[in-house]
């Protein structure tokens, strides 16, 4: 084994310029992958957190009577996904706005009447809150006499399910790419260190020297290579994470979210991921080669 690990560190360091364009396309490649696996990770965050606080306002016709809101919050109440429901009568309402504009307070001054209805405010259990069962709920509280409008933010909420739908198709188009573009690299790169040592290797070959014996330095080769370019990928990426967070706390209200860098488990999957690039480099290589 020692003597493997010899031999693949010596082709290394025989071949510099080949196995620097090796290890520098599968930091790129990893440097890719982990930016969208790392965006892919806070954008859950982030919507996760939202989805904790979703909820539905549902506003009432005018002139229901104010004995029937208690039978109507338990109707409300009993349908299946709905966490806790909440009354606010429309003169609270106009306080909480009155309160929330309290700069544009002249807009209030010449107002005769509280133009703003009765309403419920509705949260959902967690299982409840995606954009199928939330329209589901909206439509069964459009179904009742009193409710007037139902409101949860319907565009934006599609919009932005769809566009990280979108994202995550995209992430996973370049993810392979970037794969196969590695593989390809590795593969040549070894295929040419191949070809300059054929002579010695058809004399191994000769003398009774196993295919094993052969292909162990070139796949522990393409280990190297590939724990080298996934170290170097995840040290950039690290590098521009801090920056960029550094600049996201001193833009943005402390608090308002957080934005957090991969896992120990992640970031040893992703060297993992990387040496396998290099070996199945190497093994689509060795396997044209020997044939």
């Known amino acids: 084994m020692i003597f493997y690990y010899k031999r693949a560190l010596q082709d290394i360091i025989d071949h510099k310029f080949l196995n620097a364009i090796t290890i520098i396309t599968i930091a790129i490649s990893i440097l890719i992958v982990s930016a969208f696996s790392?965006?892919?990770?806070?954008?859950?965050?982030?919507?996760?957190?939202?989805?904790?606080?979703?909820?539905?306002?549902?506003?009432?016709?005018?002139?229901?009577?104010?004995?029937?809101?208690?039978?109507?919050?338990?109707?409300?109440?009993?349908?299946?996904?709905?966490?806790?429901?909440?009354?606010?009568?429309?003169?609270?309402?106009?306080?909480?706005?009155?309160?929330?504009?309290?700069?544009?307070?002249?807009?209030?001054?010449?107002?005769?009447?509280?133009?703003?209805?009765?309403?419920?405010?509705?949260?959902?259990?967690?299982?409840?809150?995606?954009?199928?069962?939330?329209?589901?709920?909206?439509?069964?509280?459009?179904?009742?006499?009193?409710?007037?409008?139902?409101?949860?933010?319907?565009?934006?909420?599609?919009?932005?399910?769809?566009?990280?739908?979108?994202?995550?198709?995209?992430?996973?188009?370049?993810?392979?790419?970037?794969?196969?573009?590695?593989?390809?690299?590795?593969?040549?790169?070894?295929r040419l260190m191949l070809y300059s040592r054929r002579e010695e290797v058809e004399i191994m070959r000769l003398v009774g020297a196993t295919d094993r014996f052969i292909k162990a330095p070139f796949y522990i080769q393409g280990l190297i290579q590939g724990t080298f370019g996934g170290i170097i990928g995840i040290t950039i990426l690290f590098i521009t994470f801090m920056f960029i967070s550094s600049s996201v706390d001193q833009g943005f209200s402390p608090g308002l979210f957080t934005i957090k860098f991969l896992s120990p488990g992640a970031f040893f999957g992703i060297i993992l991921y990387s040496m396998f690039v290099g070996w199945i480099g190497c093994y689509i290589s060795l396997k044209q080669f020997l044939k």
Not at 44 to 53: A, L, M
Not at 75 to 96: H, M, T, Y
Not at 133 to 149: C, G, H, M, N, W
């Open 38 to 190: 790392l965006f892919f990770v806070n954008a859950n965050e982030i919507i996760n957190s939202w989805k904790k606080g979703i909820r539905i306002m549902a506003y009432l016709k005018p002139g229901v009577p104010e004995v029937k809101i208690p039978e109507l919050k338990q109707k409300i109440k009993r349908i299946n996904g709905i966490q806790d429901v909440r009354f606010i009568p429309k003169s609270k309402a106009l306080q909480l706005l009155k309160k929330q504009m309290k700069r544009q307070s002249s807009l209030f001054e010449n107002l005769k009447e509280n133009p703003l209805p009765d309403a419920f405010e509705i949260r959902l259990i967690a299982s409840s809150q995606n954009q199928d069962k939330v329209e589901i709920i909206a439509t069964r509280l459009e179904s009742f006499p009193q409710v007037d409008e139902v409101e949860y933010g319907k565009k934006w909420l599609g919009r932005f399910t769809n566009f990280f739908n979108l994202f995550r198709l995209i992430g996973y188009a370049m993810g392979g790419l970037f794969f196969m573009a590695a593989v390809l690299i590795v593969a040549n790169t070894i």
